[in-house]
């Protein structure tokens, strides 16, 4: 009965649902349940994959209602090739155009609804670290976006004397619609950065999480701006490093 009262629910309702009860929580993530969700209330589930051809950008829809032709969703609306650089689950995607090297334009988008909109480039010269989005509200719309930096000559600097290394931090707000650069420096601990390039960023609550390079989880307190760090629970490291030498 849950089942069928779930997987009727719009998308507004699912994160209220899910905080009832562990078992509700996991029913959301079936794959029997998304399923049969998506065919209920006509949403599009997928994810884009990104890739190059002749130098150019090419991102992919994959969903899993191939045989509906509404989830056939690509970025060709958009009037340059882009590339991805973050995404949030109400199916936001902030873009970058590749044909500019120096001087990306930044774009907003929504593939479902083909919508977009160029927003202003941060002001800064540092190069990119990482990028991250969060939708704060949905009706009306208001998300913030998250991008950390690092000085070009970072790699040139020895840091022996501070107890830290540092990120530069600006936010776009989209109802200021202008970028805010944090007067405060985003510490983390000392020969600690925020993993691989590619490593995928989790919002939780709000908060943005990366892992580090050293299995410790950084956390960016978006309503606060204020970043915090914590070590991996045992059980997760146990299994990360069963993987590694399952891989070896």
Known sequence: MIFEILSRITLGDFGRCRLVSKDWNLITYNSSFIQAHCERTKTIDGFFIRNLKWSKPVNKFVSINESDPKSKLSLDFIPVPVSIIAATKQGLLLCVDDYSCRN??????????????K??????????????MVVLK?????????????????????????????????????????????????LL????????????????????????????????HVDSNRGTTFDLPFSIMQEKLFRSHETC
């Open 104 to 117: 990306h334009k930044y774009y907003v988008c929504k593939p479902s609804t083909k919508q977009w909109k």
């Open 119 to 132: 927003i202003p480039n941060p002001r800064t010269r540092y190069f990119t670290k990482r990028c991250a």
């Open 138 to 186: 949905s009706n009306p719309l208001h998300y913030k976006i998250i991008r950390f930096s690092t000085h070009p000559l970072c790699k040139f600097v020895t840091y022996k004397s501070m107890r830290s290394s540092f990120l530069f931090c600006e936010i776009f707000d989209s109802k200021a619609w202008a970028w805010k650069k944090l007067k405060d420096l985003v």
């Open 189 to 220: 601990p000392k020969d600690e950065w925020l993993g691989l390039g590619f490593d995928p960023v989790v919002s939780v609550s709000g908060s943005l999480c990366w892992l580090t390079n050293n299995n410790m989880v950084f956390v960016f």
